[in-house]
């Protein structure tokens, strides 16, 4: 056995061994119970970052416990190449403009450009560890996944979930598309408070303080609520807007907020989800200030042109210079920006697509209730989310590359045509609808020209799983699990469990498992953000192990964002050596081991010991991963390993080893047993977490004993380690406890361990443990060097060093 563990050879060899023995794939045919895995598929659009890594593995870690466990494990991989993000890559790499191409020639060179990325992004998932099966993956963008898609859209418009309206919508100038509520982030600025002087139609001076002034063109009304005394007398009345001179009513509405500025608001077109309330409910008219390019309208006069900070400058310097800006306040304020450009949004009005949310949103909560939420803390968000919407999911984007809707209207009736299910996908930009109107007979048919939300093809990823709605590989909705991120409960999570609730009327996983993010400072590290000073996925490779990195990404507890440790992965590295040395020490007592019949063994005193802590470790360890907290059973297993196998029982076993003929042969066979016994389980609890040195382990000591190929094909058989021998481990512990002494009695007189003591004298008045002490003198002899123990009852207690208060001992040293 090689002296050192050279990990990019015997990791390179256990990937080997997975690839050809095919032990991560999934058996339809299988009788096991299915363990079903809704992975998240990551965006295409560069290369992975170590966030990833940590996330993922914690997937990975699950996967292969559940393996361990029994169950035929589905654990699929996706790629997310249907959006922005993978647009802007595939523009810059082939040096084009998307808009330049047939859609669907622009879609073929995506996933051509895609491919290759997603070869690179198996490489380093291979390179992890992660137990994937690679024949089960899928593309967002891909033919199969258009057809579902699209398929789920006109199931839930033949259902009455969708409608197409003409709406007020959140747009993002920037991005040039509409967005959903759930991509919203919230940012701070600085910005100025302007109190503007309006004038009523019979000369009274009104006060009206705004953040936006460059919406004056746009303002349609005039409000103060009907409880202020101060604007009675201006009921019925009919306002001035200055500057662009149009007359505009001041109406009365509850929703004003007596104490906030002047209690005087001015109604635009639109600067809040409030004017388009007051829009809808009064029926004023609508005027259009911003153009979808971000730039003022030629109806604005003064302001055509100008993109919205240029507006407000030049709106400002208007007013002041007509006397009608009487004062100005430097503030701080929250408005709503697009999470992915971060520029501010503005609401326009567009004919979408939109999912009906805000009719069920007690249906959505009441199902929240049905999915176990790993940690449980995370539904509160999950509820906070559903309970605050104010919106229908607008699905629609004005954007070329996506998933097209399978729809034409006819521009005669309006009447929407919806596409075949065998046509599926379609793109009704490139292809004609042959037939007339089925409503009017018009021939006047044209193709819609949106594609619909990435989150609406991505919300979908269990019915993209089962393959439905074939539902052809076996695998059912509810599936196991769906591991995520916190950041994304109001967007994947939710949309999932709409689909699934409107599709299949049922949860989309019985359990969600929600990981924390990698902190590079107080900052998660994510693509947008650039360079870290955490290192890259590859980085960390050249410089350590895949188990030790694996190793570092298990101490990521649930729910918890996590700060980049160079320590942790030292202490990896440290287990890792130690495993390899423990094994390397045992190899001949584990190469010599027989089969022997664990019910005809006599189990020594120290056996027993190590068994029954075992099978309390192991105990300890299924119940923490019954709570999927992984962090904890590594913890136990860490434990186990460092203090009860290696700083005691190896030690004990020493003289054993290499003094076998002091031994009775009874004994020695015990040893044997347990050493290899509990070796084995050793490796089965540490599997999940450093998968590669376990295997290599397992093929040098237990694959031919075993008669298997792999570790990963190993079921863990608890009736193994089915023991209780408490009483007697109990009892055990307190010789431990001695033997800690004698060491460091020894380390305090600056003393090598292996130092011969003369004698060493026990004392204790408690005979029956005087007893089970005297049965392991040999062993004692052997651990603490001791030419002679002497066993006493009557020793004073004066000149004895306390073990507790049944033990005590003194130590001669002939020196």
């Known amino acids: 056995m090689d002296k050192r563990y050279d990990h990019i050879k015997f990791e390179r060899k256990a990937q080997e061994i997975w690839e050809k023995l095919k032990v991560y794939n999934y058996n339809e045919n299988s009788k096991k119970e299915t363990f079903s895995i809704d992975t998240p598929p990551p965006t295409v659009s560069g290369s992975l970052h170590t966030g990833h890594v940590f996330s993922y593995t914690h997937t990975d870690i699950i996967a292969r416990y559940k393996r361990m466990l029994g169950f035929n494990v589905f654990y699929p991989m996706g790629f997310d190449d249907n959006g922005l993000p993978t647009e802007r890559y595939v523009e810059k790499t082939n040096k084009t403009k998307a808009h330049l191409h047939k859609r669907s020639d622009f879609i073929k060179m995506c996933l051509q450009a895609t491919q290759e990325v997603e070869k690179e992004f198996e490489a380093l998932w291979k390179k992890i560890g992660l137990s994937i099966d690679w024949t ?160 003022w309208t030629e109806q604005t006069g003064p302001l055509a042109g100008l993109r919205v900070h240029e507006a407000r400058k030049k709106i400002l310097e208007l007013l002041k210079e007509a006397g009608k800006l009487l004062k100005q306040e430097k503030i701080k304020h ?176 019985k359990e969600i498992v929600i990981s924390g993010h990698v902190l590079a400072g107080k900052e998660k590290i994510s693509k947008s953000k650039g360079k870290s000073n955490v290192p890259t996925p590859e980085e960390l490779l050249e410089k350590y192990p895949s188990d030790v990195i694996r190793y570092w990404t298990a101490q990521g507890r649930l729910g918890t964002d996590t700060a980049f440790s160079e320590n942790q992965l030292k202490i990896g590295q440290r287990l890792i050596t130690k495993l390899w040395n423990a094994f390397r020490f045992c190899k001949d007592h584990l190469s010599s081991h027989e089969n022997f019949d664990a019910s005809k063994i006599e189990f020594g005193n120290l056996s027993k010991w190590i068994l029954q802590n075992f099978s309390q470790t192991i105990k300890n360890y299924h119940k923490y991963f019954g709570e999927y907290n992984y962090t904890q059973a590594l913890e136990t297993i860490e434990k186990f390993f460092w203090h009860n196998f290696c700083d005691n029982y190896l030690e004990l076993i020493k003289d054993q080893i290499f003094n076998p003929d002091n031994y009775d042969s009874k004994i020695l066979n015990s040893t044997k047993f347990v050493l290899y016994q509990v070796g084995f389980g050793i490796l089965q609890l540490f599997n999940p977490f450093i998968p590669h040195i376990t295997e290599t382990l397992f093929q040098k000591f237990y694959k031919e004993k075993e008669n298997q190929n792999s570790i990963q094909d190993i079921i863990f058989d608890m009736s193994k380690f089915d023991f209780n021998f408490e009483e007697e481990a109990k009892v055990f512990g ?78 001669f040293f002939n020196f």
């Open 334 to 509: 929250n408005v709503s920006v697009h999470e992915r450009c971060k520029q501010e949004i503005e609401y326009l009005i567009l004919k979408q697509w939109f999912i009906k949310i805000l009719d069920h949103k007690k249906e959505f909560l009441k199902l929240a209730e049905k999915i176990e939420w790993k940690p449980e803390f995370m539904k509160a968000r999950y509820k906070d989310w559903v309970e605050n919407l104010g919106w229908d999911w607008c699905i629609s984007r004005q954007r070329f590359y996506g998933i097209p809707f399978p729809v034409w209207h006819c521009t005669q009736c309006n009447y929407i045509i919806l596409a075949e299910k065998k046509d599926l996908p379609v793109d009704p930009q490139e292809t004609e609808y042959s037939e007339k109107c089925p409503e009017c007979g018009s021939n006047n048919i044209e193709g819609d020209t949106d594609v619909m939300d990435t989150w609406n093809t991505s919300s979908l990823t269990p019915q993209i799983n089962i393959n439905w709605p074939e539902n052809n590989i076996g695998i059912n909705i509810p599936m196991s699990i769906r591991p995520q991120a916190h950041d994304i409960i109001r967007t994947w999570a939710f949309y999932t469990i709409v689909k699934a609730y409107y599709h299949q009327n049922d949860i989309p996983w």
């Open 734 to 811: 307190k010789i431990i406890e001695l033997i800690s002494i004698v060491r460091k009695l020894k380390t305090e007189n600056q003393l090598s361990l292996k130092v011969e003591i003369e004698n060493l004298k026990i004392s204790t008045k408690d005979k029956v443990l005087l007893e089970v002490i005297k049965k392991e003198e040999n062993l004692l002899k052997g651990i603490t060097k001791a030419k002679e123990i002497i066993f006493d009852e009557n020793l004073k207690e004066s000149n004895l060093k306390k073990i507790d208060e049944k033990i005590f001992i003194d130590i």
């Open 136 to 295: 089960k993956t899928y593309s967002t963008i891909e033919d199969k996944v258009r057809k579902i898609s699209q398929y789920s859209f006109i199931d839930l418009y033949k259902k009455g979930h969708i409608y197409r309206k003409e709406e007020p919508s959140l747009y993002c100038t920037t991005c040039r598309t509409t967005v959903a509520q759930a991509e919203l982030d919230d940012a701070q600025i600085s910005s100025t408070f302007n109190d503007i002087e309006f004038e009523t139609n019979d000369g009274q001076k009104l006060t009206i303080a705004t953040t936006r002034p460059e919406l004056l063109p746009a303002c349609v009304a005039i409000f103060y609520n009907p409880k202020d005394p101060r604007y009675k007398n201006l009921k019925n009345k009919k306002a001035i807007v200055p500057i662009f001179n149009k007359e505009i009513p001041i109406l009365e509405d509850e929703k004003v907020d007596i104490e906030k500025g002047t209690g005087l608001v001015m109604c635009c077109t639109f600067g809040d989800q409030t004017d388009i309330y007051w829009y809808k409910t009064h029926k004023l008219p609508f005027f259009q200030a911003i153009g979808f390019d971000g730039k």
